[in-house]
């Protein structure tokens, strides 16, 4: 039998301690969930006297998780998943349903797959919002962290509670000005080693996968300039010796305007679609990813 301070302890409280365990702030965790923070204060009192644990202790001017809490927390996210997962066991009509999907993905994936799923959101599903996040290097993070429901782009999010499903392939290509030395001829290896980069690294904290593949071959290069997305290269590109490396697909939009070339190494670009067991079992997210893998194999 359960004790009278732990039959106290209810799915919203196990909710605030997830919160404040992932943000490590009340005050940021009280307004993720849209609750008072002397509500958030109350949940986590009753789980200390239920565990006879502080779960949170002062460091300076944060505060640190327990051992117990962590403990805890990853318990009581499995539990909520699970009862989510339960009630969401049930028909799915798009054309009457109500809700909203968050879907986290970065320049690539917002430019060619984006524009025709909310086409076809609007289309079938009138009244589902959908909520579009960029994911940068965090695309694990939102998911672990429930900020968002699904996470596309070329990563690899390893786990047991994570799903994962192929969506489409692309390969590397150069641009540069019509210009520039490199637009005649072939873009060889030793032509492309020499020449002026430019590369898009999400603030320092993403690496593009050719790059790895080039010092795979002991080439390496050292961009010239380094940009946070691939926003506004066509402008930082144009009357430079600047060659950006980037997938063919946004490439081939830059064409009319830039010159297109081969990238001189096959690398692989795969797009996979991730998602945790929260969602996996709901209606709603189930058409979301299926409309998604639709949508993806025309393009």
Not at 8 to 36: K, P, T
Not at 55 to 66: A, C, E, K, P
Not at 98 to 124: D, W, Y
Request: glycine share 4%; aromatic share 8%; proline share 4%.
């Amino acid at each position: 039998m359960l004790s009278e301070e732990l039959a106290q302890i209810d799915l919203n409280a196990l909710q605030a301690l997830i919160m404040v365990h992932d943000c490590q702030s009340f005050s940021e965790a009280s307004e993720r969930l849209g609750v008072n923070q002397s509500t958030i204060s109350y949940s986590i009192k009753r789980l200390r006297k239920a565990f006879n644990d502080p779960m949170f202790v002062r460091q300076g001017n944060s505060i640190l998780s327990t051992d117990k809490c962590c403990q805890l927390a990853q318990e009581a996210r499995e539990v909520l998943e699970r009862m989510q997962a339960l009630s969401s066991l049930q028909g799915f009509d798009p054309s009457t349903s109500t809700g909203s999907v968050t879907i986290s993905c970065n320049h690539h994936e917002r430019m060619f797959l984006m524009p025709a799923f909310v086409r076809q959101v609007q289309q079938q599903a009138p009244q589902i919002t959908v909520n579009i996040f960029e994911s940068a290097v965090h695309g694990k993070q939102q998911l672990k962290e429930n900020i968002c429901d699904i996470v596309l782009g070329p990563v690899a999010i390893f786990g047991d509670v994570y799903y994962r499903r192929k969506l489409f392939t692309d390969r590397y290509a150069c641009i540069m000005d019509s210009s520039h030395p490199l637009a005649a001829g072939d873009l060889t290896m030793d032509r492309y080693r020499q020449t002026r980069h430019i590369a898009v690294t999400h603030n320092g904290q993403w690496e593009a996968l050719y790059f790895a593949a080039l010092r795979a071959i002991d080439v390496r290069i050292t961009p010239s300039v380094i940009v946070p997305s691939h926003d506004n290269l066509e402008a930082l590109i144009r009357g430079t010796e600047l060659v950006a490396t980037i997938p063919h697909r946004l490439a081939r939009r830059l064409s009319d305007k830039l010159t297109l070339k081969p990238f001189p190494l096959e690398v692989l670009i795969q797009i996979d679609m991730y998602w945790t067991e929260r969602s996996h079992y709901s209606g709603l997210h189930a058409w979301t990813r299926q409309l998604l893998a639709e949508v993806a194999a025309t393009i």
